[in-house]
């Protein structure tokens, strides 16, 4: 008999969540619909909405006349119950919004990331996250859930981001806990940028419908998310899809991506992130840090990164560029320099796919990040080199969403952890 009231509590909070599960997905109802559509009653569908309405979960969204009978009142879930941070840094800039419930942008800003050691990038970022929410007019202890998107893997254990090489010191302990703890009250996640364009782009660009999917980003670094049937793939230890880490040969290279410079220059930009954590009196094993940045910036990663646009383009003498960009611009003029890097270019890239496509088989590979803005010039010699690299040959296509693919992706993920703790929340106090 103890049991009773327990069980009873139980059942209400399922039909609870039954209701507004079902106004998220199908839009606004009445009750009358929500009973039919559910196959539960008529009063248990009226106590329930009653109940999520006095929450703030849900509110009256019009009404709707019937050809036959009462006016009815539709209601729908409340978007304002609560509030999500997506937070997307990259070596170059930082991103960062804010949504409601409903996953609609309420305010968003880009701005360069200019910090100069990890601290720094990591202030930078608390400071993005507090301009938005002001913005936004969102106090902060209205955000339910932050997802902070970074290079790298995040490890649970040690609170460590492991193998982000391309910002410098970001691998030491206590950064996470910095930036939680200056942004106070919401629960923090922190996931691989690559893997929150994947989800990104299921959610809201070329990944929509795909069984399984794939999308790689290029830019500073190389990195491919996997989606599959509507759920990321991580792998045992969340470092699924650093292919970068693949071994290649320098004459399926053409010798041209991986020489002792670049991995010189790996090392180098190892060291110097030793330094800045040095000089900021911090304590470092310098032998883990320096053989780890070096392992991220791994020999495919090398030689498919804008990096390696630029370094083509300057062996084939087009000495002037100082990009990616610049390169693939020259090439949509015919410069005949640039031109042959960005083949090159694609011709890595079909690598990287066909490698992909022997492991998972995906329906479709989605090329994003800075380099695959230049999809378009990429496409064909992709396309090509797969011919004569394997018979598994997905579709590939560029990406959507562009630039917003990763702070997207953040969104999402956000939502789908602030969603049900504000349910959680609502429940608990009916108890």
């Known amino acids: 008999m103890d049991e009773q009231p327990w069980n009873r509590q139980r059942l209400r909070s399922n039909n609870e969540w039954l209701l507004l599960e079902h106004l998220r997905t199908a839009g606004a109802a009445s009750r009358a619909q929500l009973a039919r559509e559910t196959g539960l009653s008529k009063p248990t569908v009226s106590s329930a909405l ?55 942008v309420r305010a968003r ?24 929410l002001r913005e936004a007019d969102v106090p902060a202890d209205r955000v339910v859930h932050a997802a902070v998107a970074t290079p790298g893997v995040f490890d649970q254990e040690s609170g460590r981001i492991r193998y982000a090489v391309n910002l410098p010191g970001w691998g030491r302990a206590g950064l996470v806990e910095r930036i939680g703890g200056q942004l106070g009250g919401p629960d923090l996640s922190v996931h691989n940028d690559a893997n929150l364009a994947a989800l990104g782009e299921y ?44 071994p290649v040969s320098l004459a399926a290279l053409d010798g041209g991506a991986l020489d002792g410079g670049a991995l010189d220059g790996a090392r180098d930009m190892a060291r110097e992130g030793v330094r800045d954590d040095a000089q900021d009196g911090r304590v470092v094993d310098e032998d883990e840090d320096e053989d780890e940045a070096v392992a991220a910036r791994g020999a495919l990663e090398d030689a498919v990164s804008a990096d390696a646009v630029v370094r083509t383009a300057r062996a084939l003498g087009l000495d002037e560029v100082a990009s990616a960009k610049d390169v693939f611009d020259a090439a949509r003029t015919g410069q005949p320099a640039a031109v042959a890097a960005v083949r090159k270019e694609g011709e890595r890239l079909a690598l990287v796919v066909s490698a992909v496509s022997a492991v998972l088989d995906p329906d479709l590979v989605v090329l994003g990040g800075g380099v695959g803005h230049s999809a378009d010039l990429l496409l064909d010699p992709v396309r090509e080199s797969l011919r004569l690299l394997t018979p598994l040959r997905p579709r590939v296509a560029p990406s959507a969403l562009g630039d917003d693919a990763v702070l997207l992706g953040a969104i999402a993920t956000a939502l789908r952890s602030a969603r049900p703790e504000v349910f959680e929340r609502h429940a608990a106090k009916a108890v």
């Open 50 to 104: 009653a109940a999520l309405e006095q929450g703030g979960l849900v509110r009256e969204a019009g009404t709707v006349v019937p050809e036959r009978g009462r006016t009815a009142v539709l209601y729908e879930p409340d978007p304002t119950a609560g509030y999500v941070l997506g937070i997307d840094i990259g070596r170059a800039r930082l991103r960062t919004a804010v949504a409601d419930l409903s996953g609609e």
């Open 203 to 246: 959610a809201f660009g070329a990944g929509q419908g795909s069984r399984l999917f794939v999308y790689v980003l290029v830019g500073t670094g190389l990195g491919i998310g996997i989606v599959a049937d509507g759920q990321l793939f991580t792998g045992a230890h969340g470092a699924a899809g650093e292919v970068g880490f693949l």
């Open 109 to 132: 800003i880009d701005v360069p990331n200019d910090g100069t050691t990890a601290d720094a990038v990591a202030d930078a970022v608390v400071a993005a996250a507090r301009q938005v």
